[in-house]
């Protein structure tokens, strides 16, 4: 069964970079699954933010398109997410799921909240 | 941007009950609507995709249907641990966007 772990650093400062990483067991993040993040500000709706697949092919929500960058790993075995240039609209549980599709979800990680104050 | 509208916010129902929860679409997204259920300090649990075909390990008491422009997800018998929040999701186009959800609460 895979297994999808979020990490990162729980409070960044407002325009730094956010960087947070997926670490998957039980399977491989080269297998022919697409590896995606979301995010869910406190208290409201899912944001979905992009995907990378196997071959470094990735799609962003137009909203975040300038500022983030998702990738892979192989060596570790893990996905990860880049967002620059952070505002306190970033605070949000950020979860990485990855499923055969790029548009829906049924393997997620349990979340990791991050908070952007000074 | 397809946004989606859930209704209605909250719906208070007892265990045995039929619990009908809609989202409707501003454009046309075909089949491609999923539900989900998030309970509290979870991650969401996918139950449909494709508007009626249930995820894997999904009871059949729950079931979805409609395409276009407006669906419904519905669980036929209420049972103790089904009341969470649930939040529908539409990949016709992108970006890939949710409904605000719907809290299904214990009456």
């Known amino acids: 069964q895979l297994q999808l772990q979020e990490s990162g650093p729980g409070l960044v400062r407002p325009s730094e970079t956010l960087s947070l990483t997926c670490s998957v067991s039980g399977g491989s993040v080269s297998t022919s699954l697409y590896w995606s993040w979301i995010r869910q500000p406190p208290g409201k709706e899912l944001e979905w933010i992009g995907y990378v697949y196997k071959s470094g092919s990735t799609n962003y929500n137009p909203s975040l398109k300038s500022r983030v960058t998702i990738s892979l790993d192989t060596s570790r075995n893990q996905s990860s997410l880049k967002l620059i240039s952070v505002t306190a609209a970033d605070t949000a549980v950020y979860y990485c799921a990855g499923d055969s599709t790029p548009s829906r979800w049924y393997f997620w990680g349990q979340g990791t909240l991050l908070i952007v104050s000074s | ?107």
């Open chain 2, 1 to 107: 941007e397809s946004v989606l509208t859930q209704s209605p916010g909250t719906l208070s129902l007892s265990p045995g009950e039929r619990a009908t929860l809609s989202c409707r679409a501003s454009q046309s997204v075909s089949s491609s609507l999923a539900w989900y259920q998030q309970k509290p300090g979870q991650a969401p649990r996918l139950l449909i995709y494709g508007a009626s075909s249930r995820a894997a390990g999904i009871p059949d008491r729950f079931s979805g249907s409609g395409s276009g422009t407006d669906f419904t997800l519905t669980i036929s018998r209420l049972e103790p641990e089904d009341f969470a929040v649930f939040y529908c999701q539409q990949y016709g186009t992108l970006p890939y966007t949710f409904g605000q959800g719907t809290k299904l609460e214990i009456k």
